[in-house]
């Protein structure tokens, strides 16, 4: 089992920024991906970010530019520094990690950016 929390969404102006945090505890030994998603109201959820155990990242074109992702394998940790925000990157971003057959979620964080 994998347990992960995330913290860091809040509220924001459009061209601000903010920086998501997810701690992973637990059987971590064999995550094979950690990364982010988000779900915005009537939306799928989406991939918007991973790191794979090789170090490989995914964006999603959508954020390209703008985000970062970033792994602490030391203190198990993903990061998400996300800059120049727009009004659509409005949802819930959940923190999420991957071993073969299985996916760990968090509780999720909104982030809300305004005009």
């Known amino acids: 089992q994998v347990q992960l929390v995330e913290s860091g969404g809040g509220l924001v102006q459009a061209g601000g920024s903010l920086r998501l945090s997810c701690a992973a505890s637990?059987?971590?030994?064999?995550?094979?991906?950690m990364g982010w998603y988000r779900q915005a109201p009537g939306k799928q959820r989406e991939l918007v970010a991973l790191?794979?155990?090789?170090?490989?990242?995914v964006y999603a074109d959508s954020v390209k530019g703008r985000f970062t992702i970033s792994r602490d394998n030391a203190n198990n940790t993903v990061n998400l520094q996300m800059n120049d925000l727009k009004r659509e990157d409005t949802a819930v971003y959940y923190c999420?990690?991957?071993?073969?057959?299985?996916?760990?979620w968090g509780p999720g964080t909104q982030v809300t950016v305004s005009s």
């Open positions: 999420n990690a991957k071993q073969i057959g299985y996916n760990y």
């Open positions: 637990g059987s971590i030994f064999s995550l094979s991906a």
């Open positions: 790191v794979t155990s090789g170090g490989t990242l």
